[in-house]
């Protein structure tokens, strides 16, 4: 029995002194990162405060390798994204935040539909907000993450001014993985530079106050070159002689030079304007095509994405009234909607499959439930919610 014992006993000690050590280093990160606060103006006591008991969520750094607007085929991220639903809440939204966004039109010149745009994509207008405490995750990343460790030790010192300040409640500071927060999800550093007082409350709080969100939301595009009247860009044909190598949102022309190209809006009618613009192909010269323009960058620099970018501009072109794309994506599995997604976990769920309250997002066991059905009918297990799966689980 002795000998059968041992071993098990000897890894749970193992065990043990590995989360001892764990802890020791953690608590010897955070030694040094309240000497390094002190240097940036911030009190000993608002240190202790926002870390007293704090202990290292490890969680976050399986969560910082699957970023979805790098790893998610677009047709899927957008389609997740810029919804009949989210479109319906968004219009229900505007129409009870419309004088804010109209005043922070008004103040910065940006339009209150790209502004609802972010807001949307960023939080779902207020309903995903985030519920991990800022500090625990940011001492997380500095302590223990693989890479950009003085970054987040930037943002963590920025969110250490924050609770300072008493912009914010440090109580309801809570937020994404990465430190983002906010109905428009703001990092700490971009909170202190561009954060402004919506409500005239003279407090700059992006949690609480939606007006202080969209008023932020329109200075930061404003601040990243954002064009009052310029359009984003529009979805448009390209000629079939085109050269793939001059697509790039960077490789800007007039948008009489596209013209002069044989490239036409989507419906067929010519270009027009004057102003320059590039032109993006996200899947390939077969799929869909958009002219963007300068105002498309100043959404890009929100979160540096492509489809990001695009999700925010075809949200507000929705909530307008505008159509949504109108070019096929290329490929035979169509993706869905939320709306599709929960059924789909709802039919897994009734097949015995473990994957949680029926939500629409995508976690890890619904990805494994995906993949057995996957290999049931024949494709390769990818876990990839899409429209075959959806049909063989309702057939």
Same mark, same amino acid.
């Given at each position: ?120 994509? *960023? ?111 529009? *979805? ?131 990805? *494994?439930?995906?993949?057995?059905? *996957? ?21």
């Amino acid at each position: 029995m002795k000998r059968i014992l041992l071993p098990a006993i000897l890894g749970v000690l193992s065990l043990g002194a590995t989360s001892a050590l764990a802890q020791a280093d953690f608590r010897s990160c955070l030694s040094s990162l309240r000497a390094q606060a002190a240097t940036k103006g911030i009190s000993g006591q608002a240190f202790d405060v926002a870390t007293r008991g704090i202990q290292p969520d490890l969680s976050i750094l399986d969560l910082m390798n699957n970023q979805p607007e790098f790893k998610t085929p677009i047709w899927d991220y957008l389609s997740a994204l810029v919804d009949d639903e989210r479109v319906q809440d968004g219009k229900a939204a505007m129409r009870q935040w419309g004088q804010a966004l109209a005043s922070a039109e008004a103040r910065f010149g940006v339009d209150r539909y790209a502004i609802a745009g972010v807001w949307g994509v *960023e939080s779902n207008f207020g309903k995903d907000i985030g519920g991990r405490p800022l500090v625990q995750s940011l001492t997380t990343l500095v302590c223990h993450a693989p890479r950009r460790n003085e970054y987040f030790k930037g943002e963590l010192m920025a969110t250490l001014k924050i609770v300072q300040d008493g912009d914010i409640n440090p109580a309801s500071l809570r937020g994404s993985w990465a430190g983002a927060f906010g109905h428009t999800q703001f990092m700490p550093s971009t909170f202190q530079r561009l954060a402004v007082d919506g409500d005239g409350d003279g407090r700059r709080d992006i949690m609480a106050s939606v007006p202080d969100a969209v008023h932020s939301t329109a200075n930061f595009l404003k601040k990243a070159g954002w064009v009052k009247g310029l359009p984003w860009g529009y *979805e448009v044909r390209l000629p079939g002689s085109f050269n793939p190598k001059l697509a790039g949102r960077k490789s800007k022309r007039p948008v009489s030079s596209w013209a002069a190209m044989g490239v036409t809006r989507v419906d067929g009618r010519p270009l027009s304007g004057d102003y320059q613009a590039g032109i993006i192909i996200p899947a390939g010269v077969d799929g869909p095509a958009f002219l963007v323009t300068r105002n498309f960058d100043a959404v890009y620099s929100y979160n540096a994405a492509e489809s990001y970018g695009l999700a925010i501009a075809l949200l507000g072109d929705r909530m307008k009234g505008l159509p949504g794309i109108q070019t096929a994506w290329p490929t035979d599995d169509p993706p869905l909607s939320r709306a599709q997604r929960r059924e789909l976990q709802s039919l897994l769920a009734a097949r015995g499959y473990d994957v949680g309250e029926p939500d629409g997002k995508i976690g890890s066991k619904t990805r *494994e439930a995906i993949k057995d059905v *996957e290999r049931r009918i024949g494709l390769e297990p990818r876990g990839r919610p899409g429209g075959k799966v959806l049909e063989a689980l309702r057939g």
